[in-house]
């Protein structure tokens, strides 16, 4: 237990001074690979010399102001995501939970202003993690993460995907679907496209509103810019956090004009959010992703990654067993405690996020090159080589 901190992580014995790239560095000299990038938040890698001259030339300027006044910083971000989305209209905040609780407030406002007052519940899917306020607790619906926060916001209907638990949850009190297309703390789960394609059938056939959760696993990360777009569907609203600053905080809501028409002068607000500083670095961020093509390096190493991780499953069985995932996000099922692997890779200067169902992530910076592949092979494999018995 660290003395002045609330106890709420269960911390490594470490802590770093120095990044660059794909490593971070100790105190000590010691090198770590990191492929948890602050659970895929340094899309850039660490210390990007791009992202650093952004946020020199705006702390010289003007970093917070309120959203009471205009912010071109934050007009200009809005007009790019915008231009590269289905979106026509985009709400900033600090982090991804405050991005879907903004979005559950988007859906229901939008049906109270049609005059459709009864259209209150959000429906979300078992293994889903939204979130760790209130309302997005109660939409994950995980117990471990809700014992003894109660009473939690009513108004979420849980269910396993299928069509048939959908068709029969769908109601006229429904407001909106929302789901992650990919889960990340659930345990590296892909949302079939077919499910996502019903599940946009679903709610237009009954005027729901269609929300996608992509602050794990959009921005690049499967190596499209958003994580639905393989599937073909059009949401009506997308939140995003994580990588869009690189590791500066912000979140975003990205919305279609019929599906944000509800959020109106006083309805919603954030002070910090879309302040000149996090949007300065968001816009460097979409700009080096473009023009360094970020993911075309995701979709042509991802596939390098993928058969070396299948390679070294074969000649590990009883440690691990299969992989999943798309892109520079994959999960590892691991045959021993997914924990005892992630804490002897540490020591070995390896850096891996644990998930549920017993799955170690990999989520390596997006501009990751392939000689960093190559040595998470050769560390990974000294890993399950050195695993206490």
């Not at 991005?99 to 939008?110: D, L, M, N, P, Q």
């Not at 345990?187 to 394609?197: A, F, M, V, W």
């Not at 999943?324 to 850096?351: D, P, S, W």
């Amino acid at each position: 237990m660290i003395e002045n901190l609330m106890d709420t992580y269960k911390r490594y014995p470490i802590s770093f001074s120095k990044g660059e790239g794909s490593w971070l560095y100790d105190s000590d000299g010691g090198k770590y690979l990191d492929f948890a990038a602050g659970i895929a938040v340094n899309v850039l890698g660490h210390g990007h010399p791009e992202i650093k001259k952004v946020m020199h030339e705006a702390i010289d300027n003007v970093w917070h102001v309120s959203n009471l006044y205009q912010i071109p910083e934050q007009q200009k971000l809005a007009k790019k995501l915008c231009d590269i989305s289905f979106a026509d209209k985009v709400f900033f905040c600090n982090s991804g939970a405050e991005a879907v609780e903004g979005a559950i407030k988007t859906s229901r406002k939008y049906h109270f202003e049609k005059g459709d007052k009864d259209r209150t519940e959000i429906i979300t899917f078992k293994n889903a993690f939204h979130g760790r306020t209130l309302a997005t607790l109660a939409a994950g619906a995980n117990p471990k993460h809700t014992e003894g926060f109660g009473p939690l916001p009513s108004g979420f209907v849980n269910i396993e995907l299928s069509q048939k638990q959908l068709e029969e949850k769908i109601s006229n009190k429904t407001a909106a679907v929302l789901i992650e297309p990919i889960q990340g703390e659930g345990g590296i789960r892909i949302t079939p496209k077919e499910d996502l394609q019903m599940i946009r059938d679903l709610t237009s056939k009954h005027g729901v509103l269609m929300i996608l959760d992509q602050v794990q696993c959009g921005l690049g990360r499967t190596g499209d810019f958003f994580s639905h777009e393989w599937a073909g569907v059009e949401p009506d609203i997308i939140t995003l956090a994580k990588g869009l600053g690189a590791g500066f905080p912000i979140g975003a809501i990205l919305a279609s004009t019929d599906a944000s028409s509800g959020m109106v002068h006083g309805s919603h607000g954030s002070t910090f959010g879309g302040n000149p500083l996090a949007c300065s670095v968001a816009l460097k961020v979409l700009e080096i992703i473009d023009e360094e093509k970020i993911l075309s390096n995701v979709k042509s190493l991802s596939e390098f990654l993928l058969a070396g991780i299948n390679d070294i499953i074969e000649n590990h069985k009883d440690k691990i067993t299969s992989v999943r995932g798309r892109g520079f996000m994959l999960g590892i099922k691991c045959e021993v405690e997914n924990t005892l692997i992630a804490e002897t890779a540490l020591n070995n200067g390896l850096l891996l996020v644990p998930a549920a169902d017993n799955i170690i992530r990999l989520l390596p910076p997006l501009n990751t090159e392939k000689k960093d592949i190559e040595e998470f092979f050769n560390l990974l494999n000294i890993t399950l080589e050195n695993l206490p018995r």
